[in-house]
């Protein structure tokens, strides 16, 4: 994971720092620490000895950032470089806090890449600090996030679209989960039985349609079952509902 890589690193360092300069400790990691691994996760790895103000990043930063293998000098600024404009003067700030004071980093950032599509990174860090508090060593991972980003993208808009289709219906529409609670109901839904929204949510179906489960009006707000929904799911059908004042209202479900 990436905070196994980072702790790893950061142990490197501690270990070895009297003894290695950062360009052994950069091969002693990565002799640890295939390409190959790294490629399957999209993880790429980093390193920056703050006081030589070195950095080194693995192969699968420079694939991840657009870079060719060793095209790029490892530097700050070919960072920023790939970084979205909108966000360099927040990773530049970033980095400053993580020196002077913070002990570690988590941020996501949008990558311009040549062909001008964008990617997402999520870029991890802990920093290692002297007696006197200043920072020695900073070492992170960054991880190409774009397919979870689209995901999310996609959620929300499928989800914005759902409830804008639902929200504006004339019929009342409730969603309820595998043990019949109510997980969504439409302003419909709500007029027609009386509640608020707040009211409903959460609480179980058989609430508003007992009629739905046959002669079952006694039992607890949470006794539906799978095999009642079952008989009810999907199966047009006329009952009765009940309103929150008590009275009944006939009913179609489909």
Same mark, same amino acid.
């Given at each position: 994971? %990436?905070? &196994?890589?980072?702790?790893? =690193?950061?142990?490197?360092?501690? !270990?070895?720092?009297?003894?290695?300069?950062?360009?052994?400790?950069?091969?002693?990691?990565? !002799?640890?620490?295939?390409?190959?691994?790294?490629?399957?996760?999209?993880?790429?790895?980093?390193?920056?000895?703050?006081?030589?103000?070195?950095?080194?990043?693995?192969?699968?930063?420079?694939?991840?950032?657009? #870079?060719?293998?060793?095209?790029?000098?490892?530097?700050?600024? %070919?960072?920023? &470089?790939?970084?979205?404009?909108?966000?360099?003067?927040?990773?530049?700030?970033?980095?400053?806090?993580?020196?002077?004071?913070?002990? %570690?980093?988590?941020?996501?950032?949008?990558?311009?890449?040549?062909?001008?599509? =964008?990617?997402?990174?999520?870029?991890?860090?802990?920093?290692?600090?002297?007696? &006197?508090?200043?920072?020695?060593?900073?070492?992170?991972?960054?991880?190409?996030?774009?397919?979870?980003?689209?995901?999310?993208?996609?959620?929300?808009?499928?989800?914005?679209?759902?409830?804008?289709?639902?929200?504006?219906?004339?019929?009342?529409?409730?969603?309820?989960?595998?043990?019949?609670?109510?997980?969504?109901?439409?302003?419909?839904?709500? =007029?027609? #039985?009386?509640?608020?929204?707040?009211?409903?949510?959460?609480?179980?179906?058989?609430?508003?349609?007992?009629?739905?489960?046959?002669?079952?009006?006694?039992?607890?707000?949470?006794?539906?079952?799978?095999? &009642?929904?079952?008989?009810?799911?999907?199966?047009?059908?006329?009952?009765?509902?009940?309103?929150?004042?008590?009275?009944?209202?006939? =009913?179609?479900?489909?």
């Amino acid at each position: 994971s %990436a905070t &196994d890589l980072i702790r790893a =690193l950061v142990k490197l360092y501690q !270990d070895n720092a009297s003894t290695l300069t950062p360009d052994p400790l950069h091969s002693l990691f990565h !002799d640890s620490h295939p390409p190959a691994a790294q490629r399957i996760a999209r993880l790429g790895s980093w390193e920056w000895d703050v006081k030589s103000d070195r950095i080194h990043w693995s192969a699968e930063f420079d694939h991840i950032m657009g #870079f060719g293998r060793d095209s790029v000098p490892a530097t700050f600024p %070919a960072f920023m &470089d790939r970084l979205h404009p909108d966000e360099r003067i927040q990773a530049k700030d970033a980095i400053d806090r993580l020196v002077e004071a913070g002990d %570690a980093i988590d941020v996501t950032h949008r990558l311009v890449m040549p062909d001008g599509t =964008l990617r997402h990174v999520q870029i991890l860090g802990l920093t290692t600090r002297a007696a &006197d508090g200043r920072a020695q060593f900073v070492a992170g991972t960054i991880q190409d996030i774009t397919e979870r980003k689209q995901a999310e993208v996609a959620l929300r808009e499928s989800e914005e679209r759902w409830a804008s289709v639902v929200g504006s219906a004339s019929e009342g529409i409730i969603v309820i989960d595998d043990r019949g609670c109510i997980e969504a109901i439409n302003e419909a839904g709500c =007029l027609a #039985f009386g509640y608020d929204r707040d009211e409903l949510i959460g609480s179980n179906v058989i609430r508003l349609i007992p009629g739905a489960f046959g002669d079952r009006r006694d039992r607890p707000v949470h006794a539906v079952d799978a095999d &009642d929904l079952g008989r009810v799911v999907g199966i047009r059908r006329r009952v009765t509902g009940v309103r929150h004042d008590g009275s009944q209202a006939p =009913l179609e479900l489909s």
